[in-house]
């Protein structure tokens, strides 16, 4: 009878253990899945931006450089529908090549264009923007995969399928 009692003292507290070690799991799942969502709005915001930045520049660049960067643009945009986290970062990074090529376009009447100097501020502001919430979402991410990887709490991830972090790789140096 003793055994008994000690086996289902021993059930009892793994049980509630392993509550324990999923509900941790859950919620850094969770929070990875918020700074991923809103890694996704800063990109399309940026997206957003770089039409707005060739509609602006189409008098002052060249048509090719125009192309380039409206491609991306909808090559971004076309990545969050499928969330394909690498092509979205080669999206991302071909958007980041092509605004850097317009932005180094000069002209004495693009200088004077408040519209330019409204998006050339504004992109400067999203660009800080995600790279801070890339930042909360790397190490997030990383929180979440070395707890799924360690036992035993690769077993409880193991047995409610979370698998590890899909990482958005964008570079912006």
């Not at 809103?38 to 399309?44: A, M, T």
């Not at 997206?47 to 060249?62: C, F, I, N």
């Not at 090559?75 to 932005?103: C, K, Q």
Request: aromatic share 10%; glycine share 4%; net charge negative.
């Amino acid at each position: 009878m003793k055994k008994i009692m000690i086996i289902v003292v021993v059930l009892a507290v793994l049980g509630v253990y392993f509550k324990e070690v999923k509900r941790e799991i859950v919620d850094l799942k969770a929070n990875v899945e918020v700074q991923e969502a809103q890694l996704q709005e800063c990109l399309r915001h940026r997206s957003e931006l770089g039409s707005q930045l060739v509609e602006v520049m189409r008098d002052y660049a060249e048509p090719i450089l125009l192309l380039k960067a409206s491609n991306a643009s909808i090559g971004l945009e076309g990545s969050f529908d499928s969330y394909d986290f690498e092509a979205m970062g080669e999206a991302g990074n071909e958007l980041e090549a092509a605004i850097n090529e317009l932005m180094s376009v000069t002209s004495s009447e693009l200088e004077e264009n408040v519209d330019f100097l409204n998006l050339q501020e504004e992109l400067a502001y999203n660009k800080e923007e995600i790279l801070e919430i890339r930042e909360i979402y790397l190490e997030r991410a990383k929180q979440y995969d070395e707890k799924i990887q360690t036992f035993p709490a690769s077993f409880v991830a193991w047995y409610i399928a979370y698998y590890p972090t899909r990482y958005i790789e964008i570079d912006f140096d």
